[in-house]
């Protein structure tokens, strides 16, 4: 199901993230206009900039590419049309897990994804998507602009020549899909399942083999039996999928309890900008991320009501305890050892496990108990 951009109710935050970004272009042009005021003048009206956009979905992907197509035109719109974006989608670059390169070699300015595809890169991608039981949505975006996070990831970036920024949240993911009831560790022993990230390692650590496949490839891999199963994203986006139809077993989450995606900036590409490119770019990722994040949201509460009360024969399911023990058990083995491997991951890990401790702590007093209240 394709969620609809509300741009009326978008008006107000476009509007104020106008005035903020007219501010800074009007201190920038007139720095350039008191050391030449004819120079400033010509450029203002002349000036247009090219930049050209990779992400790693199928063209028109819900939520995720119409994220992007959203960015591409709210900084046209903000820049009065001198920054365009040409978007290139995994149809056209053939290479959904290729963002990283791109960006970094300069064949894209910009890219979108998710960074833990890029552990095989460099092993500390992979704390800048979502870790299992750790932070939910919430606590995680607070973490990326109150708690360091995003400086972190920049840090970790850096020597890749790529700036990031957050990209939007999938919020709360589900634990995938199954063509067979799990009840216990042995049933996940030899099991192959689509699970990128952190949480792949994890259910390595019980005995599954977990692989990761492009979006657009997922549905065959699992109707053929090439995996056994597969974890997506939640109702929002599994649903038009058509994992129900092979895999009925439909199982909550554990491992992403909320996914961030980041937009990538070769280094290079942005420092040759003028720094009201530069701020209306970050910006307006600010801005889609936010959308992105509602718009997730919106698509995984239509798609619940759609699932529950028009497929009867999806069987929603929680991981047993003893299964979620095992999970539990094999995740803080890897975090030990991620915080032997490097002194680089040692310091994202203790400010990732700072900043749980003290946000699930208001959490527990607010939401959980107000959810707990609810339900009484």
């Known amino acids: 199901m394709t969620h609809s951009y509300n741009f009326k109710a978008q008006a107000?935050?476009?509007?104020?993230?106008?005035?903020?970004?007219?501010?800074?272009?009007?201190?920038?042009?007139?720095?350039?206009?008191?050391?030449?005021?004819?120079?400033?003048?010509?450029?203002?009206?002349?000036?247009?900039?090219?930049?050209?956009?990779?992400?790693?979905?199928?063209?028109?992907?819900?939520?995720?590419?119409?994220?992007?197509?959203?960015?591409?035109?709210?900084?046209?719109?903000?820049?009065?049309?001198?920054?365009?974006?040409?978007?290139?989608?995994a149809n056209r670059h053939k290479s959904a897990f290729g963002i990283f390169d791109f960006v970094k070699s300069g064949q894209y300015d910009i890219g979108q994804s998710a960074s833990y595809y890029y552990g095989g890169k460099d092993p500390d991608a992979l704390f800048f998507s979502s870790m299992p039981f750790d932070m939910t949505e919430q606590e995680q975006t607070a973490w990326f602009y109150e708690g360091g996070g995003l400086e972190l990831a920049n840090e970790v970036y850096a020597k890749h020549n790529i700036e990031v920024m957050l990209g939007g949240n999938t919020g709360m993911q589900m634990g995938g899909w199954f063509r067979k009831e799990i009840n216990s560790v042995d049933d996940l022993k030899g099991l192959k399942m689509r699970i990128p990230g952190f949480g792949g390692k994890v259910i390595a650590g019980v005995g599954a083999v977990p692989t990761n496949i492009p979006a657009g490839e997922l549905y065959q891999a699992l109707e053929r039996g090439t995996i056994d199963a597969l974890e997506?994203?939640?109702?929002?986006?599994?649903?038009?999928?058509?994992?129900?139809?092979?895999?009925?077993?439909?199982?909550?989450?554990?491992?992403?309890?909320?996914?961030?995606?980041?937009?990538?900036?070769?280094?290079?590409?942005?420092?040759?900008?003028?720094?009201?490119?530069?701020?209306?770019?970050?910006?307006?990722?600010?801005?889609?991320?936010?959308?992105?994040?509602?718009?997730?949201?919106?698509?995984?509460?239509?798609?619940?009501?759609?699932?529950?009360?028009?497929?009867?024969?999806?069987?929603?399911?929680?991981?047993?305890?003893?299964?979620?023990?095992?999970?539990?058990?094999?995740?803080?083995?890897?975090?030990?050892?991620?915080?032997?491997?490097?002194?680089?991951?040692?310091?994202?890990?203790?400010?990732?496990?700072?900043?749980?401790?003290?946000?699930?702590?208001?959490?527990?007093?607010?939401?959980?108990?107000?959810?707990?209240?609810?339900a009484n």
Not at 48 to 56: M, N, Q, R, V, Y
Not at 61 to 73: A, D, L, Q
Not at 235 to 255: E, I, S
Not at 285 to 292: E, G, S
């Open 12 to 89: 107000v935050v476009t509007l104020r993230a106008c005035l903020t970004l007219a501010a800074v272009y009007f201190l920038t042009a007139c720095t350039a206009s008191d050391s030449n005021p004819e120079a400033a003048t010509t450029q203002t009206k002349q000036e247009k900039i090219t930049l050209s956009l990779a992400h790693g979905w199928p063209k028109g992907f819900p939520v995720f590419g119409e994220s992007v197509e959203r960015y591409k035109e709210l900084v046209e719109e903000l820049s009065d049309g001198r920054i365009i974006i040409n978007v290139d989608s």
């Open 232 to 374: 997506w994203v939640g109702p929002g986006l599994d649903l038009r999928m058509g994992f129900h139809k092979v895999a009925p077993y439909y199982y909550t989450g554990w491992h992403e309890p909320g996914t961030e995606l980041l937009y990538f900036f070769n280094r290079d590409s942005m420092n040759k900008l003028p720094n009201w490119a530069q701020s209306i770019l970050r910006n307006a990722a600010k801005l889609t991320a936010y959308n992105m994040t509602t718009s997730s949201f919106a698509a995984n509460a239509d798609n619940w009501a759609t699932i529950s009360s028009q497929f009867p024969d999806v069987k929603v399911k929680q991981f047993p305890p003893e299964v979620v023990q095992a999970l539990k058990a094999s995740n803080q083995a890897l975090l030990d050892a991620e915080v032997q491997r490097s002194p680089v991951a040692e310091k994202i890990l203790a400010s990732r496990a700072a900043y749980l401790k003290k946000a699930r702590a208001w959490t527990e007093v607010g939401e959980q108990a107000y959810l707990e209240s609810m």
